[in-house]
């Protein structure tokens, strides 16, 4: 009986204990496109291909801040994904690139990933999208552009992106992926 009720408890403390660990769980997200013509995208900022864009300094901000106070916005800063030097992307058929951003998207822009400015924010909008400009964010992660903008070597698909400062001071860091489908 004894040996019974302890191989009872062994069992039921497995289980038990695989339940704690399966409560433990989140989210992989896995972005991707099948396509039958592809182009490689680069970024380019301020003339240099990069996928990092610098957004300076602002400074931080509170809820009680004057209104009309704008010392804690940073400058706009403008930014292009196109196709690498060289090349263009014409898929047979298709007008235009839809660009999908994923990433910490919140509904007033893109929230930091690390860093010690916890509560500050991205503003990231698209400049020249063809249903006209307007913010990248949580409601809205995908800009269109038409494949002649794209292919404009002095265009591409534009972005702008401008820092908002919180109340923590730090340093702010983050990224968002994207994934390029022609239609």
Same mark, same amino acid.
């Given at each position: 009986? *004894? *040996? ?16 704690? %660990? #399966?409560?433990? $769980?989140?989210?992989? +997200? ?13 970024? !380019? ?9 610098? %957004?300076?300094?602002?400074? &931080?901000? &509170? ?23 060289? @090349? &263009? ?5 298709? @007008?235009?690139?839809?660009? #999908?951003?994923? $990433?910490?998207? !919140?509904?007033? $822009? ?12 991205? *503003? ?13 964010? *949580?409601? +809205? ?5 038409? %494949?002649?903008? %794209? ?13 908002? $400062? ?18």
């Amino acid at each position: 009986m *004894k *040996k019974q009720l302890l191989a009872v408890s062994a069992l039921a403390l497995a289980v038990m204990s695989g339940s704690a %660990l #399966a409560a433990n $769980g989140g989210d992989v +997200q896995f972005i991707g496109t099948v396509t039958d013509t592809t182009c490689d995208i680069v970024p !380019e900022a301020n003339g240099a291909v990069s996928n990092v864009v610098q %957004l300076g300094n602002v400074a &931080t901000s &509170t809820a009680a801040a004057a209104a009309g106070d704008t010392s804690n916005l940073g400058a706009v800063v403008n930014f292009a994904l196109k196709p690498k030097a060289g @090349t &263009t992307c014409n898929p047979a058929g298709m @007008t235009n690139a839809s660009f #999908a951003f994923a $990433g910490p998207l !919140e509904v007033t $822009g893109l929230a930091p990933q690390s860093g010690a400015a916890t509560d500050a924010m991205v *503003k990231l909008s698209a400049v020249n999208a063809t249903g006209g400009a307007h913010d990248i964010n *949580k409601t +809205q992660s995908v800009s269109q552009v038409t %494949l002649t903008d %794209l292919n404009d070597a002095a265009k591409g698909a534009q972005f702008s992106a401008q820092l908002i $400062g919180g109340a923590q001071a730090g340093d702010y860091n983050s990224a968002v992926a994207y994934v390029v489908a022609y239609n």
